[in-house]
Protein backbone atom coordinates (compact mmCIF):
# COMPACT_ATOMS: atom_id res chain seq x y z
CA UNK A 1 0.00 0.00 0.00
CA UNK A 2 0.87 3.58 -0.59
CA UNK A 3 -0.24 6.72 0.62
CA UNK A 4 -0.30 9.84 -1.28
CA UNK A 5 -0.78 13.50 -0.77
CA UNK A 6 -0.36 16.08 -2.93
CA UNK A 7 -0.06 19.75 -2.28
CA UNK A 8 1.48 23.19 -4.20
CA UNK A 9 -1.60 23.61 -6.52
CA UNK A 10 -3.37 27.11 -6.08
CA UNK A 11 -4.25 30.07 -8.03
CA UNK A 12 -1.70 31.95 -10.23
CA UNK A 13 -1.44 34.31 -13.23
CA UNK A 14 0.20 33.61 -16.59
CA UNK A 15 3.95 33.16 -16.72
CA UNK A 16 4.03 32.52 -12.97
CA UNK A 17 5.14 29.22 -11.37
CA UNK A 18 4.22 26.72 -9.13
CA UNK A 19 5.81 23.20 -7.92
CA UNK A 20 3.32 20.95 -6.86
CA UNK A 21 4.79 18.27 -4.70
CA UNK A 22 3.65 14.51 -4.13
CA UNK A 23 4.37 12.68 -0.61
CA UNK A 24 4.28 8.96 -0.56
CA UNK A 25 3.73 6.73 2.72
CA UNK A 26 3.95 3.26 2.93
CA UNK A 27 6.56 1.23 0.75
CA UNK A 28 9.73 1.57 0.21
CA UNK A 29 9.98 4.58 -1.64
CA UNK A 30 12.92 4.37 -4.15
CA UNK A 31 11.22 0.87 -5.46
CA UNK A 32 8.23 2.45 -7.72
CA UNK A 33 7.87 4.53 -10.20
CA UNK A 34 5.83 7.85 -9.57
CA UNK A 35 3.56 9.78 -11.97
CA UNK A 36 1.72 13.30 -12.59
CA UNK A 37 -1.70 13.55 -14.07
CA UNK A 38 -3.82 16.50 -14.75
CA UNK A 39 -7.68 16.74 -15.47
CA UNK A 40 -8.88 19.49 -16.92
CA UNK A 41 -12.84 19.99 -16.42
CA UNK A 42 -14.72 18.21 -19.04
CA UNK A 43 -11.55 16.52 -20.29
CA UNK A 44 -10.30 12.99 -19.90
CA UNK A 45 -6.87 12.74 -17.66
CA UNK A 46 -3.95 13.01 -19.07
CA UNK A 47 -0.83 11.66 -18.09
CA UNK A 48 1.92 13.91 -17.72
CA UNK A 49 5.29 12.53 -16.83
CA UNK A 50 6.91 9.61 -15.05
CA UNK A 51 10.40 9.07 -12.96
CA UNK A 52 11.95 5.72 -11.96
CA UNK A 53 13.51 5.29 -8.78
CA UNK A 54 17.00 6.45 -10.22
CA UNK A 55 15.30 9.79 -11.50
CA UNK A 56 14.56 9.09 -15.24
CA UNK A 57 12.02 10.59 -16.47
CA UNK A 58 9.37 9.70 -19.20
CA UNK A 59 7.17 12.59 -20.50
CA UNK A 60 3.71 12.22 -21.18
CA UNK A 61 1.32 14.21 -23.86
CA UNK A 62 0.90 16.27 -21.25
CA UNK A 63 4.41 17.35 -20.55
CA UNK A 64 5.76 20.41 -21.89
CA UNK A 65 9.82 20.30 -22.63
CA UNK A 66 11.28 24.06 -21.09
CA UNK A 67 8.42 24.12 -19.03
CA UNK A 68 7.83 20.95 -16.61
CA UNK A 69 10.28 19.34 -15.27
CA UNK A 70 10.04 16.43 -12.81
CA UNK A 71 12.16 15.36 -9.93
CA UNK A 72 12.03 13.03 -6.98
CA UNK A 73 13.76 13.09 -3.47
CA UNK A 74 14.10 10.01 -2.22
CA UNK A 75 15.18 10.70 0.83
CA UNK A 76 12.28 12.89 1.66
CA UNK A 77 9.65 10.43 -0.08
CA UNK A 78 8.60 13.24 -2.00
CA UNK A 79 8.17 13.64 -6.15
CA UNK A 80 7.77 17.04 -7.16
CA UNK A 81 6.13 18.63 -10.49
CA UNK A 82 7.72 21.88 -11.35
CA UNK A 83 5.46 24.20 -13.50
CA UNK A 84 6.57 27.34 -15.10
CA UNK A 85 5.62 29.64 -17.41
CA UNK A 86 2.08 28.81 -16.76
CA UNK A 87 -0.70 29.06 -18.72
CA UNK A 88 -4.48 29.33 -18.84
CA UNK A 89 -4.34 25.47 -20.90
CA UNK A 90 -2.62 24.37 -17.97
CA UNK A 91 -5.47 24.79 -15.57
CA UNK A 92 -6.83 21.54 -14.03
CA UNK A 93 -6.73 19.25 -11.10
CA UNK A 94 -3.12 17.28 -10.63
CA UNK A 95 -2.72 13.72 -9.13
CA UNK A 96 0.53 11.79 -8.22
CA UNK A 97 0.02 7.88 -8.72
CA UNK A 98 2.33 5.41 -7.62
CA UNK A 99 2.72 2.30 -9.74
CA UNK A 100 2.61 -1.39 -8.69
CA UNK A 101 2.99 -4.31 -11.06
CA UNK A 102 3.92 -1.86 -14.28
CA UNK A 103 0.53 -0.31 -13.15
CA UNK A 104 -0.59 3.20 -11.68
CA UNK A 105 -2.64 1.67 -8.50
CA UNK A 106 -2.68 4.35 -5.95
CA UNK A 107 -3.48 7.67 -6.20
CA UNK A 108 -3.43 10.96 -4.31
CA UNK A 109 -6.71 13.64 -3.81
CA UNK A 110 -5.22 15.45 -6.00
CA UNK A 111 -4.14 18.89 -6.10
CA UNK A 112 -6.17 22.19 -8.02
CA UNK A 113 -4.00 24.43 -10.21
CA UNK A 114 -5.89 27.33 -12.34
CA UNK A 115 -3.86 29.80 -13.82
CA UNK A 116 -5.44 33.23 -15.15
CA UNK A 117 -4.78 34.99 -18.17
Known amino acids: QVQLVESGGGLAQAGDSLRLSCAAS????????LGWFRRALGKEREFVGSINWSGSVTPGAGYVKGRFTISRDNDKNTVYLQMNSLKPEDTARYYC??????????WGQGTQVTVSS
Open 26 to 33: GRTFSSYD
Open 97 to 106: AAEEAGAFRY
